[in-house]
């Protein structure tokens, strides 16, 4: 907390234009009927003020400047409310064109069908030749990039393992002009003493197992009025000390992963349509179902924010780092398991309203068998458990400075999961 205090006061009287806003005051009640197993059958209802203030500032000739956003939601149901940072909370400082950020600010990729993560840390940008960027990651605190829409009612992990010494870093380059847009990244990510993975190795705590892990981004975007594609090729690499194993000649289990991403939208006067996919590679394994290599290892949020799945069912489609570190976990509920997954949204917007109707979808890999680790599309490849969210989303904005929200969904399972669920979600707030 003493960091943030810092970096708000520290640009005060460095700048000569300053603005306040209190964007958003709202007021969210969210109910839901969960039987997550065969004999109990469970009712939630969280209840939520919350409020959206805005820091925004700049020096006259644009050399120092602030952007800071926090949400404070006042749960009703909660003994503990948390304080979040909105996607971008930073200063920064321009020298000849090269841009020093402290703080926190979100990776520009929400177009794609991808977890949300950004840093919080330091970071460096420079543009150049009018349409490129670099930019240079010095220090990220990686826990996963919290937002509170996707931390709203989603079960609480173990405090414990959320605590360790951790750094991320990394370079980046875009590339925009006009309709097409590259993105290409690279992170390094020390897991130090954090998360339950990198405390095997008893002969290194507290200093942790040092293990890593290496992420790449390859993202292309064709942005038109109507129709925009976009396509994301992901890697990972990287070493996660294990307890030794007979099997393996290594102490180790190494991480290779790749993953696939593909999104579509398509707007038609009012009507608009949209469909995206992500599907990873898998682990690989002997034929007695022995990891001998970790497939794909995500990074950021979620990669949907369907409510019953990712937050009460709590699953991933892959191997992810959390807040609570490096995770891998078979199964249904809790589970960090490599899976296809979709998402089909249809709406419409006309005046003051919004409607649409959305779906998300899970299909994990089979568990069981041999494996050579590499991206499937086959039948046989999958098991034959799925998850599924279905539901609708209306939004009544008759002016700018009111809003009222309903969503609502349904979970449906295959019958070897016979999970089932079902969720409402009432917001209304005045934005200023």
């Known amino acids: 907390m003493v960091k943030w205090i810092l970096l708000f006061f520290l640009p005060i009287s460095l700048i000569a234009e300053r603005s306040f806003s209190l964007e958003t005051l709202g007021y969210a009640n ?23 203030p805005k820091f925004i500032g700049k020096e006259t000739e644009e050399k120092f400047g602030y952007e800071f956003g926090f949400l404070f939601p006042v749960s009703f149901n909660e003994k503990k409310n948390t304080i979040y940072s909105l996607g971008n909370s930073f200063l920064f400082y321009d020298f000849k064109g090269i841009q020093f950020i402290f703080g926190r600010k979100e990776f520009q990729k929400r177009n794609h069908f991808l977890p949300r993560d950004g840093v919080e840390g330091v970071k460096v940008e420079y543009k150049f030749l009018k349409y490129f960027e670099l930019e ?52 390094y990510l020390n897991l130090g003493n954090w998360g339950k993975s990198s405390k095997d190795d008893a002969r290194k705590i507290p200093s942790g197992d040092d293990d890593f892990i290496y992420h790449g981004d ?21 070493l996660d000390k294990s307890i030794s194993n007979p099997i393996r000649k290594e102490r ?70 959390t807040s609570s570190g490096f995770e891998k976990q078979n199964g ?26 959305f779906g998300n979808y899970f299909l994990p890999y089979l568990e069981t068998g041999g494996s050579n680790g590499s991206v499937s599309i086959s039948k046989k490849d999958f098991s034959k458990s799925f998850l599924a969210e279905l539901g609708f989303e209306f939004e ?37």
């Open 332 to 357: 249904i509920k809790g589970a960090r398991r490599n899976s296809f997954s979709s998402e089909a949204r249809l709406g419409l917007e006309y005046l003051g309203f919004s409607f649409s109707i």
């Open 30 to 52: 969210h109910f839901s009927e969960d039987k997550l197993d065969t004999k109990t059958t469970e009712y939630k209802r969280n209840s939520n003020l919350y409020l959206i």
């Open 218 to 238: 390859f993202l292309f975007s064709n942005v038109n009025r109507n129709l925009d594609l976009h396509l994301g090729l992901h890697f990972s690499r990287g």
């Open 252 to 321: 180790s289990t190494l991480i290779s992963g790749e993953a696939i991403s593909i999104k579509g939208n398509l707007k038609l006067s009012i009507f608009y349509l949209s469909l995206s996919s992500f599907l990873p590679d898998r682990d690989k394994r002997n034929e007695a179902g022995e990891v001998l290599e970790t497939g794909y290892v995500a990074m950021g949020t979620n990669i949907t924010n369907s409510y019953l799945i990712t937050r009460e069912i709590n699953f991933y489609p892959s191997s992810w780092v």
């Open 136 to 187: 240079f990651i010095a220090f990220d605190y990686y826990r996963a990039f919290p937002i509170f829409e996707f931390e709203f009612g989603k079960v609480q992990e173990d405090i414990e393992n959320q605590i360790g010494t951790r750094s991320r870093h990394g370079l980046g380059l875009k590339f925009k002009k006009d309709s097409l847009e590259a993105d290409v990244r690279f992170l």
């Open 396 to 432: 009544f904005k008759p002016k700018e400075n009111f809003f009222c929200k309903v969503q609502a969904s349904r979970l449906f399972t295959s019958k070897d999961i016979s999970m089932e669920g079902s969720f409402v979600s009432i917001a209304s707030g005045l934005r200023f």
